[in-house]
């Protein structure tokens, strides 16, 4: 694997963001071409960004090393920001649904893209055993600290879900997962691999207002975006049953609201 030029990388980059917040969406573009030279990677997401500007083919997902770096720069002051700041209560919301529901409790819990740990620190009274994946090392090893887990694996989610061998999961969460993927058959395909029959899967994602046969596309904030349609269809076709799909505000961003979903749904095996 070829070094990458950093010094190159970062003037390639500031010039590209510069450019974007100018306006002058077809020189950023260029700009960011740039970036994906020097670094074909893509640590710093420059597909997502192009997508967002609406340019280009929208990736089937995040690039890993962009969530992976995004995430290990951001593990310390995660919580803080995502909680405080832009006010993320969908953990809090996953318990509420499933006591509401009378779901639970369960045996063993699968928590991908567990981050700090948030969503395995409000399930923990409800769970046996929690199996947490998360493909940042910084934030696995804060949620290791917590000893909120049994197990702990850094790994990227659909990665981990094709190759697990492990006992299968009564409940499985993905809360601030979707916004990094596009296509969602990997993840659910992945899901209903390693679920027994009858077991939860709760997951949160971003939505796509206008249902205009698109699946999904890159919002202005380089997360991703899903129609109501596509993730019920996907649910249907992987074998789930849709038990609830709640409207609920995900985060605050720029002092607006995120509109998303809340999902639960039942695998029939």
Do not use: W
């Amino acid at each position: 694997m070829k070094k990458i030029d950093e010094e190159a990388l970062a003037e390639a980059y500031d010039r590209a963001l510069a450019l974007e917040k100018s306006g002058d969406v077809d020189a950023a573009v260029a700009a960011y071409h740039e970036v994906l030279e020097i670094d074909p990677e893509d640590h710093g997401g420059a597909a997502v960004r192009i997508a967002a500007l609406g340019r280009g083919e929208t990736p089937p997902k995040a690039p890993d090393a962009y969530v992976e770096t995004l995430f290990d720069q951001h593990a310390e002051s995660f919580e803080d920001i995502l909680v405080e700041q832009l006010g993320y209560a969908v953990p809090v919301m996953v318990r509420q649904r499933l006591q509401d529901l009378k779901l639970g409790p369960f045996k063993r819990m699968l928590d991908l893209g567990c981050g700090t740990g948030l969503t395995g620190g409000t399930m923990r009274d409800m769970v046996d055993d929690i199996t947490g994946i998360d493909i940042s090392e910084n934030m696995v090893e804060i949620a290791h600290e917590k000893d909120l887990y049994e197990t702990l694996y850094v790994a990227e989610v659909e990665d981990f879900l094709e190759d697990n061998d492990d006992e299968a999961f009564d409940l499985i969460t993905a809360t601030d997962v979707l916004p990094y993927l596009g296509a969602l058959e990997p993840l659910f395909f992945g899901v209903a691999e390693n679920m027994v029959p009858g077991g939860i899967f709760l997951f949160s994602s971003e939505t796509l207002a206008a249902d205009d046969g698109r699946s999904y596309i890159v919002g202005p904030h380089q997360r991703f975006l899903h129609s109501e349609t596509y993730i019920r269809s996907r649910l249907t076709e992987t074998g789930f049953e849709l038990l609830e799909i709640t409207e609920i505000n995900v985060r605050m961003q720029d002092g607006q609201p995120s509109p998303g979903h809340l999902v639960i749904a039942k695998y029939k095996g």
